[in-house]
T-cell receptor, first 111, second 115 residues
C-alpha cells in the first residue's frame, strides 16, 4: 500500500519553461513533506521541504505547494534549466522522522 | 570531505554468501538510516539508529543486521544472500530536532548484485 505516489514516471520540459511535478499522499498524519533530487549513480539530495501547516514554501527557482484537503503537493521549477534534469522524489515524514518516498519522476529539460 | 560515504560502491557476490556494507558520516548527526532501492526504483527505509540505538526496524528479514559502533557509523551485514537482495542500498543521516523536517543526507549508494 503506497502511501506516497508520484503518478508521472517522466516529464519533459523545454528550457526556460515551468516544470511541475506532482505528488499525492494518503496519510493525513504526515507532518512534513520533502522533495529530493537524484542524479544517476548518486544518492538523493535534499531540495526543499514544507510543513503540513503551510501551503507554500519558496526557495529560489523552486516552490512547493501543499493542498491538504486534496492530499496533494507539487514542486514548481521556474525557469527550468538543463541541469535540473534528474529524478525527483517526493517524501513524507512522520513524527519519528521516518521518510516515505514516492517512486520518483524523471525530469528531462531540453535546451 | 564527503558528508556520507559508503563502501563498497559495487558488490557482486553469490547466493548464500555473507557480506557487509559500511557507512560513515562526518556531519555530526545523531541519526543514521539504511534504505533499499529495488528494481522498481522505490526507496524504502530498512533501519534507523539514533545515538547507536535502533529506533526504526521495518519488517526486514533477520538476515539483515545493522550495527552501529558509534554515532558516525552504521554498517549493514547481510547473511545468506538471496537473489532478491539485489538492489541499491543507501545510507543516510540526519540531526533530529523537534519541529523540523529531519532532512536526511544520503550516501552515494552501494549496488549489490547477487548471482
Amino acid at each position: 500500500d503506497q502511501q506516497v505516489k508520484q503518478n508521472s514516471p517522466s516529464l519533459s520540459v523545454q528550457e526556460g519553461r515551468i516544470s511541475i511535478l506532482n505528488c499525492d499522499y494518503t496519510n493525513s498524519m504526515f507532518d512534513y513533506f520533502l522533495w529530493y533530487k537524484k542524479y544517476p549513480a548518486e544518492g538523493p539530495t535534499f531540495l526543499i521541504s514544507i510543513s503540513s501547516i503551510k501551503d507554500k514554501n519558496e526557495d529560489g527557482r523552486f516552490t512547493v505547494f501543499l493542498n491538504k484537503s486534496a492530499k496533494h503537493l507539487s514542486l514548481h521549477i521556474v525557469p527550468s534549466q538543463p541541469g535540473d534534469s534528474a529524478v525527483y522524489f517526493c517524501a513524507a515524514s512522520d513524527q519519528r522522522g521516518k521518510l516515505i518516498f514516492g517512486q520518483g519522476t524523471e525530469l528531462s529539460v531540453k535546451p | 570531505d564527503t558528508a556520507v560515504s559508503q563502501t563498497p560502491k559495487y558488490l557482486v557476490t553469490q547466493m548464500g554468501n555473507d557480506k557487509s556494507i559500511k557507512c560513515e558520516q562526518n556531519l555530526g548527526h545523531d541519526t543514521m538510516y539504511w534504505y533499499k532501492q529495488d528494481s522498481k526504483k522505490f526507496l524504502k527505509i530498512m533501519f534507523s539508529y539514533n545515538n547507536k540505538e535502533l529506533i526504526i526496524n521495518e519488517t526486514v528479514p533477520n538476515r539483515f543486521s545493522p550495527k552501529s559502533p558509534d554515532k558516525a557509523h552504521l554498517n549493514l551485514h547481510i547473511n545468506s544472500l538471496e537473489l532478491g537482495d539485489s538492489a541499491v542500498y543507501f545510507c543516510a543521516s540526519s540531526q533530529v530536532r523537534l519541529g523540523t523536517p529531519y532532512e536526511q543526507y544520503f550516501g552515494p549508494g552501494t549496488r549489490l548484485t547477487v548471482t
